[in-house]
């Protein structure tokens, strides 16, 4: 018996760590002592796979591939895969691999029975910019503090518009796209909306106003795309194929390559929306679905502590809805540590150790890792293109040795596929009708709009009705100006005879001796006749 083989030795040790009964992928053969040896497989059992994972490694040291051989394996066992496609070349997980001189003489050195295969495979683009089925969320559906996450809003501000969405909610206010946050925002910083902004506690008008230009900034940059209706239902990713394969769902997104912050963040959307909806199940045989989240450190750069406190809690529960999460990103420090601590299936990559901080992080990455015969910092530092340190759980939940792997070859083309292949398996789908056409039907937006244009026909009416109302009483007074001023008319031959002073003095003589006369007469008084 060799030494690599005997179960006393460090190899046979480490080996015998790996020797899971239960199903299982192969990830590749143990290094040990410099060499390749294929008759100790390193594996990861299947029910282990929803305890998350982490993916790490500079660049080009094979990570990618590394996603793309699990991925295959899951598909193969009925598991479905989400992958995210940053720089373009995941599509190829769709056709049949090339043999070539690299791919033979690995498969040899790992004894893998390699076979050109296909899988699967669905793709989608972020709101439909790129090639893909169009995956959409709602404002509401993404909530405040994925959004503030997007608009790199500080804690305050995170909590100002945790109050704007309240009070849109509360009044029945649909926030689909970000018109629909536009306008309430802009309504409540406006002089009709100031008294509604008073009665939301803690949201200065200052505030409010922040967050409108930072809304209106990141709408000119075109990520309106990204919101709206169809809102995509996360549970598309859980399908499986005909033939009983599970479906690798791949969101390409070359095409937003300069908005690291807006799909890394809606990668954590689609996370957070299976955790909504899905049932808990406990510990299972094998995940409903492996989610590999690539570049994470965009994940976690300038994020607020809700939304860090939003992804922790989301990584530990969602384990219990058979979800399993996998970081790729460069180094373990990349990963805030209560999420790390949350990854028990660990596949570490070279690491370069070229300057001081890179140093730093090496040393870091070592102290990550249970203790182990190998000389990690050495090791890391050492590791060629598609070989990797792994430690995984085993079937019993405790970590395995740490195990320096030669991995295996990809049985998919690694490479893109063509884009004409590409945008005929994208329409060709059963999904794309359900999803290509964005719908625009009443909501926030078209409501405020409606009210305000409301408010200012009446106010317009007002104002008319009160310029009519100035207007006849500016007349009126003209009317009676002119009255006043106008000459009086000749009187007539009457007139002056009754104006008179003689006939006014003739007519009181006579008044004054009729007016005896009847006293007279009345009181007895009467003239005797002669």
Wanted: proline share 5%; net charge negative; with cysteine.
């Amino acid at each position: 018996m060799s030494e690599s083989t005997d179960p006393a030795s460090p190899a046979g040790r480490i080996a015998a760590g790996y020797a899971f009964t239960g199903p299982a992928l192969d990830l590749g053969a143990l290094l040990w002592d410099g060499a390749c040896r294929p008759d100790l497989q390193i594996r990861i059992p299947l029910s282990m796979l929803n305890r998350h994972g982490l993916v790490a490694g500079a660049t080009g040291t094979g990570k990618t591939k590394t996603l793309q051989l699990v991925a295959e394996q899951l598909s193969a066992n009925g598991v479905p895969v989400f992958l995210a496609d940053i720089k373009g070349d995941v599509s190829g997980i769709s056709a049949p691999g090339v043999a070539n001189e690299k791919v033979t003489g690995r498969a040899a050195d790992v004894a893998q029975e390699w076979e050109a295969t296909g899988f699967p495979c669905e793709f989608y683009a972020l709101g439909g910019i790129g090639t893909g089925i169009p995956v959409r969320a709602t404002v509401t559906g993404f909530g405040p503090v994925l959004m503030s996450k997007v608009l790199q809003l500080n804690q305050t501000q995170e909590q100002s518009l945790g109050l704007i969405f309240h009070y849109a909610d509360s009044k029945g206010l649909e926030l689909i796209d970000l018109k629909d946050l536009r306008a309430v925002v802009a309504f409540l910083v406006s002089d009709q909306g100031k008294a509604e902004l008073k009665g939301i506690g803690g949201l200065s008008t200052v505030t409010a106003g922040v967050i409108l230009r930072a809304l209106t900034a990141f709408e000119q940059q075109g990520a309106g795309e990204f919101f709206g209706e169809p809102e995509f239902d996360t549970s598309e990713f859980l399908r499986t194929s005909a033939d009983g394969r599970g479906v690798v769902s791949v969101l390409e997104l070359p095409a937003v390559q300069d908005k690291p912050q807006l799909f890394s963040t809606f990668l954590m959307w689609l996370l957070a929306d299976l955790y909504a909806d899905l049932p808990e199940v406990g510990d299972v045989e094998q995940p409903k679905l492996v989610f590999f989240f690539d570049e994470a450190h965009l994940l976690f750069n300038g994020a607020s502590k809700a939304f860090l406190e939003s992804i922790t809690q989301t990584v530990r529960l969602i384990r219990s809805k058979a979800i399993g999460i996998f970081f790729v990103t460069q180094t373990p420090k990349d990963v805030p540590a209560d999420v790390l601590a949350q990854l028990g299936n660990r596949v570490q990559h070279a690491l370069r150790a070229f300057t001081p901080d890179d140093a730093k992080a090496l040393k870091a990455t070592v102290k990550t890792f249970p203790n182990s015969p190998y000389d990690l910092e050495e090791l890391l530092t050492g590791l060629g293109t598609g070989e990797a340190v792994v430690t995984v759980l085993s079937e019993n939940g405790a970590p395995t040795p740490v195990a320096a792997t030669r991995l295996r070859a990809p049985q998919s083309r690694m490479g893109p596929v063509e884009p004409a292949a590409l945008e005929q398996a994208v329409k060709s789908s059963p999904l794309y009708s359900r999803y290509a056409e964005a719908v625009d039907r009443e909501s926030a937006y078209e409501k405020i709009s409606a009210e305000q244009a409301a408010a200012e026909a009446q106010a317009e009416a007002a104002a008319a009705a009160a310029a009519a109302d100035k207007q006849a009483k500016e007349q009126a007074k003209e009317e009676q100006k002119t009255a006043r001023g106008a000459p009086k008319p000749d009187p007539s031959l009457a007139e002056q005879v009754v104006g008179s002073g003689l006939f006014r003095s003739l007519a009181r003589s006579v008044g004054t001796q009729l007016g005896r006369e009847i006293s007279r007469s009345l009181f007895g008084t009467a003239k005797r006749r002669r």
